[in-house]
């Protein structure tokens, strides 16, 4: 029988090939994961942003709501915040008629035909 060159590889040759792929993978794990956090604490940093931007104006709206205006509903497992903003409350109108103190508060606005 005669040997000559067979085909294949050797164990050696696979322990090498196994090593530069452990090498590769843990390089690529290695700078890959800080960027992953970098990005996850950018998403963070902006979602607080968004949060924090959303609380302010939530807060400003309330502060500037007309007093005794705001009320909070709930719908199944949802709240809601209403509240008449000073800006779309209006103003009575003087009322030109004499006011009856009959059944009627004074304070309330007037109207009358004549007033509009």
């Keep these: 029988m005669r040997r000559g060159r067979r085909s294949g590889f050797t164990l050696i040759e696979m322990i090498v090939a196994i ?4 090498i590769i993978v843990a ?8 960027l992953r956090q970098t990005v ?7 979602l607080t942003d968004i949060a ?3 609380l302010q104006r939530i807060g400003r709206d309330v502060r500037l709501a007309l007093p005794n205006s ?9 709240a809601f ?3 008449l903003a000073i800006r779309t409350a209006g ?13 009627a508060a ?3 606005p007037c109207w009358c035909s004549r007033a509009r």
């Design 70 to 78: 705001v009320r909070v509903t709930t719908s199944g497992s949802s």
């Design 27 to 34: 390089a690529t794990v290695y700078f890959v994961f800080p």
């Design 91 to 103: 103003r009575a109108a003087p009322c030109s008629r004499p006011i009856s103190t009959r059944g």
């Design 40 to 46: 996850d604490a950018s998403t963070r940093a902006e």
């Design 106 to 108: 004074p304070w309330l």
């Design 81 to 83: 915040v209403e509240f």
């Design 52 to 54: 924090d931007n959303a």
């Design 19 to 22: 090593v530069i792929v452990a």
